[in-house]
């Protein structure tokens, strides 16, 4: 009778669990396919961080070499000023 009493009980007890224990195993299954998807997004994120980061060195390195060659060119002309208020204060 005792053993009737105990795998009476163990039974109930498992067919309780059951229920809970295949939501509990439901949960786990939705976190890993939400982590797997914040994998994929991470990663996505990460190479087109790289990408931006690669473009924003070249379009500084070309604008770089656009302000050295504008600031060359002003050169340029502050001396042809210089020259020029010369002949005028030569003119004078």
Do not use: C, H
Not at 5 to 15: F, G, K, L, P
Not at 47 to 76: F, G, H, S, Y
């Amino acid at each position: 009778m005792r053993r009737d009493i105990a795998s009476d009980t163990e039974r109930i007890v498992r067919d309780q669990q059951a229920p809970f224990r295949e939501e509990i195993l439901g949960n786990f299954d939705a976190i890993y396919k939400k982590l797997d998807t914040l994998n994929a997004e991470y990663a996505a994120i990460k190479a087109a961080l790289i990408r931006v980061e690669d473009r924003m060195k070249r379009m500084e390195e070309t604008m770089k070499v656009e302000i050295r060659n504008e600031i060359d060119e002003i050169k340029q002309r502050i001396v042809a000023l210089q020259e020029r208020v010369a002949e005028l204060e030569t003119q004078l």
